[in-house]
Structures are given as structure tokens and as C-alpha cells.
């Protein structure tokens, strides 16, 4: 079982759509989650961080977690073809030390 | 704010040469800096983590006296990829924390390295 796991892409929407990115987690105690866009020959930027169970929402994205279903996710409402991106789950785990491990990222295209 | 920069963005050099990479955390203290490859339709590959004064701590398979790393600051670290052949050609990419684990990383915009 991988680390961390991403939903196999590519995902594919139209625009207005929402599009839902899903990540699981291998670790358990596990404390700290981000989600990171990367533009094709670009570096990854950072778009959320989460840490408690629920949901946090920050303009059109929402990221969701559970940690008893070692599961967080991402929501992009009102998607945009600059949306169309690889977005990367990382998570901090306790038993990796300082590093993150990433999942290997869902390709999300966007469809005017 | 959490804007890292790294320089040069791109390099094409011939084989045998010693490159160097620098990152720099321009309004934060960074305490601890990594290192990340990453080649194309793969995800990042962690290299090696740098917190500042000491020695990096590197990942298994990936040779210490191949890139060296240095974090004499808490803003500068870099990265040497010594004598670089073509199968070093490969997007590097730095990232920045300051604080604890729980606080995200911060990319830099990476390094394009082309060996000849």
C-alpha cells in the first residue's frame, strides 16, 4: 500500500463544474495536510492546509478531512480551465519525521 | 508572503561541470530546506533535508559527495550537483518551512538542468 494515495487520473470537467480530488493516507497519526497545485513545467504552489476533521473553505476550494477514514479531499466549485492543473496531496507523517510525502498527483483538465 | 526564490531557473552546461543551485526564502526565516527532483510526468522525489547549520540529511540512493548541500543561513541554501553528467539532467526544485512539521512547505520556482 502506497503512503499516500491519490484518485488515478486524469479528471476531466467542465468548466462550472466541480471537480473532487480524493486522497488517502497510510499513517494514522498523521496531523498535518496540504493540497499543492502544479502547473505543467512549473513548481508546486501551495492552495490549503488542514489539520482537524471537517471542512475548511477558502474561495472556491474546500478541503475536506477525516481522519478515522484516513481521507482528505479537495473540492474545486465553479472550475475554471485555469484550474487544469496536477494537484498534489501531501501529508506530514509523524512517522516520515520533518519530510511530507506526497501523493503522485490527480491531472485535472478543465473543458471550456 | 512565503515567497521563496531560487536561481538560476535554468541551466544547460556541458558534462563534467559543477553546477550550483541557490534558494533563498526572501520573507521568512527558513528553518529547515529541502531538496526535491523531479522528472517529467513523475512526481517530486525528495533528495535531501537541510536545517540550518547542519549537516543535510539525504535520502537513501542519493549520493552526498554527488550534491552537496550547504545551509549556512536561515534564508540560503544551495545545492552543488558536482561533475553533472547527463542522467543529472533533471528539474530540481527547493522548498522552505519555518517552524515546526506541521507548517507547509514553500516552493521555490525550480531549476531546469540540462547536461550536455
Known amino acids: 500500500q502506497k503512503e499516500v494515495e491519490q484518485n488515478s487520473g486524469p479528471l476531466s470537467v467542465p468548466e462550472g463544474a466541480i471537480a473532487s480530488l480524493n486522497c488517502t493516507y497510510s499513517?494514522?497519526?498523521?496531523?498535518?495536510f496540504f493540497w499543492y497545485r502544479q502547473y505543467s513545467g512549473k513548481s508546486p504552489e501551495l492552495i490549503m492546509s488542514i489539520y482537524s476533521n471537517g471542512d475548511k473553505e477558502d474561495g472556491r476550494f474546500t478541503a475536506q478531512l477525516n481522519k478515522a477514514s484516513q481521507y482528505v479531499s479537495l473540492l474545486i466549485r465553479d472550475s475554471q480551465p485555469s484550474d487544469s492543473a496536477t494537484y498534489l496531496c501531501a501529508v506530514n507523517q509523524e512517522t516520515s519525521g520533518s519530510r511530507l510525502t506526497f501523493g503522485e498527483g490527480t491531472q485535472l483538465t478543465v473543458n471550456p | 508572503g512565503a515567497v521563496v526564490s531560487q536561481h538560476p531557473s535554468w541551466v544547460i552546461c556541458k558534462s563534467g561541470t559543477s553546477v550550483k543551485i541557490e534558494c533563498r526564502s526572501l520573507?521568512?526565516?527558513?528553518?529547515?530546506m529541502f531538496w526535491y527532483r523531479q522528472f517529467p510526468k513523475q512526481s517530486l522525489m525528495l533528495m535531501a533535508t537541510?536545517?540550518?547549520?547542519?549537516?543535510?540529511?539525504?535520502e537513501q540512493g542519493v549520493e552526498k559527495d554527488k550534491f552537496l548541500i550547504n545551509h549556512a543561513s536561515l534564508t540560503l541554501s544551495t545545492l552543488t550537483v558536482t561533475s553533472a553528467h547527463p542522467e543529472d539532467s533533471s528539474f530540481y526544485i527547493c522548498?522552505?518551512?519555518?517552524?515546526?512539521?506541521?507548517?507547509?512547505?514553500?516552493f521555490g520556482d525550480g531549476t531546469r538542468l540540462s547536461i550536455l
Open positions: 520573507d521568512f526565516q527558513a528553518t529547515t
Open positions: 522548498s522552505a518551512r519555518n517552524g515546526p512539521v506541521s507548517q507547509p512547505q514553500h
Open positions: 537541510s536545517n540550518e547549520g547542519s549537516k543535510a540529511t539525504y
Open positions: 499513517d494514522r497519526v498523521s496531523q498535518s
